[in-house]
């Protein structure tokens, strides 16, 4: 029934997100069905994904940190902890909602469609769409009838209550979403999983200040705009999930043109008839259930600082201090760490159809290079966005927010993001591979870790211990996890690259802390705001060209990894190599 429907050409359509990438790329990725194989033409798909899903997640999460700067301002750093607080416990259950399904679609339709069993890949999906409506419901009661005893004697922030509950029907959508987006990373199809962030980030965005807005203007209680800011989760989601339909009648017409222009076998259909909903919830569980372990780090991370750093901090400095500490890490330091993640989310969403593919065929160089490929991308994207954040976090921070109160906040946690991008990247390539209880355990070292860390460290350090017992948990997670890969793949990330790397870093620290003295006593406005906005446009672009200078004269990039690149970029690319080599 699905013969052809996974590997068609992609089509021109009006959206800014294809439109970007058409005109990134100078020849198109041709996914084909060919015989018995799906045949990749020209370009990989890895880079094809990873930049679709790239462009798509660095839109949602600028929309994300745009939505936290005025609601900041509005707000204050108290009033968004309670925000934070509501939105932590609200994603960890929907990562225990939807229990790593997801990944385990994307995986098994992969596999599927890999072998052209295009009928049993469509009957999995269906049967995860009913176990997500399930799911939803269930955690929606939970979350609303659970807020009150969390929020007041957990979080200890009796205002979060109404702020978790008008989050709480967001369950209610956000489950069925997440499974359609693995059923549309497992088939390749990545432009409705983007298209669906942005929009979804849109929404939420407008609703959310909308609605702050106006209930702070009218006179009403903060509190009830918090909760009013946590409602537009819930319009986001909605929004999400109409786009995500309106793909899926797409691919559902493209699915019906291929079944009459290639008949099915019968015996292919009667197979997947005989694939029962207790054999593939079997199969999805039995992935599912380490995953949901592997995949809850992050938000695990966050729930615990939501649920601790108040209580740890209160001794130092007193209950709103501790408060307002907590709004700065989550409000201010968490969205900017979260941008240089995005190639990373992106990566590992696009490398895990690929590997599981590569798997099935048992085509160990395809594993090898994807692997190397995924991992040193991982890297090399996410460095400059660590460096540029870093070297202009004063200015930064005091241009998005009130003031430049939490920079080193802003700098610690965003430098202990590349421990992260290789976790999540190695993480990741080990599913794919089948492996799951070692990730697992590895998962549950680093979450035991920051528990202990937090309990540990901040009473010594405060809020860098915080920082620091994150630090740790993700760099003994990665350490582990690209341990246990090598027993499996032959890979390699930098090699002896990484001392280019590191001189490159240091120097472009160097370069940048005389540029911050130099616009101090050269660029001063009136407005602080106006000050901080030129700093940072200077220092951006600035830091951002030199890495990518340095990096190449180092030869940390080279015309190998320039081959990768799409048409014109790896024309642009090679000529720039000349000119520095020269």
Known sequence: MFKNAFCRKSETTGNLLLWLVNIYFHDRFLIYYSGRKVTLSKKDSLIKGTIVLAIAAFIARFLG????????????????????????????????????????????????????????????????????????????????????????????????VLAIRALAPALLFFPVIAIMRGYFQGRQQMMGNGISQIVEQIVRVIVSVGLVSLFLFIGISKKVAIAGATFGGVVGGIAALIVLLFYWR????????????????????????????????????????????????????????????????????????????????????????????????????????????????KDQLVLNRQTSLALRMSILFSMPIILVICIAAEPINGLLFKNTVGTSVIIYLTASTIFQVLMMTSGTILMGLGQFKRPMIHVSIGVLLKVAGNFLLAPWLGIDGIILS???????????????????????????????????????????????????????????????????????????ILYLLFMIKFRVITENDIRHLPGKAQKVMEKVLRIINR
């Open 65 to 160: 940190l745009f939505q936290k700067v005025p609601l900041q301002n509005m707000l204050g750093d108290t009033g968004m902890a309670t925000f934070n607080i509501a939105n932590s416990i609200y994603f960890l259950l929907l990562m225990i909602a939807t229990a790593g399904v997801p990944v385990a679609i994307s995986k098994l339709v992969s596999e599927r469609v890999a072998i052209g069993k295009f009928a049993e890949a469509h009957r999995i999906y269906v049967a995860s769409i009913k176990f997500a409506i399930f799911a939803g419901l269930f955690m929606t009661a939970l979350l609303w009838f659970a807020s009150d005893y969390y929020a007041t004697n957990i979080a200890e922030d009796k205002d979060a």
């Open 250 to 361: 797409k691919l559902k017409k493209q699915d019906s043109k291929d079944q009459q222009l290639h008949k099915t076998n019968d015996k292919k259909l009667e197979a997947s008839e005989s694939l029962t909903y207790r054999k593939i919830y079997a199969m999805i569980f039995k992935i599912s259930g380490p995953v949901i372990l592997i995949a809850i780090i992050v938000p695990a991370i966050n729930f615990i600082d939501s649920s601790t750093v108040i209580s740890l901090l209160e001794g130092k400095l007193g209950y709103d201090g501790a408060k307002e500490m907590l709004g700065i890490l989550q409000s201010r330091a968490q969205p900017l760490a979260g941008l240089p993640i995005i190639f990373s989310i992106a990566i590992s969403q696009s490398i895990l159809p690929i590997i599981s593919s590569a798997y099935a065929k």
């Open 470 to 544: 994150t630090a740790i948990s993700f760099s003994i997670v990665m350490i582990l996890n690209l341990s246990y890969l090598k027993q499996t793949v032959s890979y390699t990330v930098l090699g002896k690259k990484w001392i280019g790397t590191i001189v490159s870093s240091i120097l472009l620290i160097g370069v940048g802390y005389l540029i911050i003295l130099f616009n101090e006593s050269i660029v001063q406005y009136s407005i602080d705001r106006i000050t901080y906005l030129v700093h940072s446009l200077i220092l951006g672009p600035i830091i951002g």
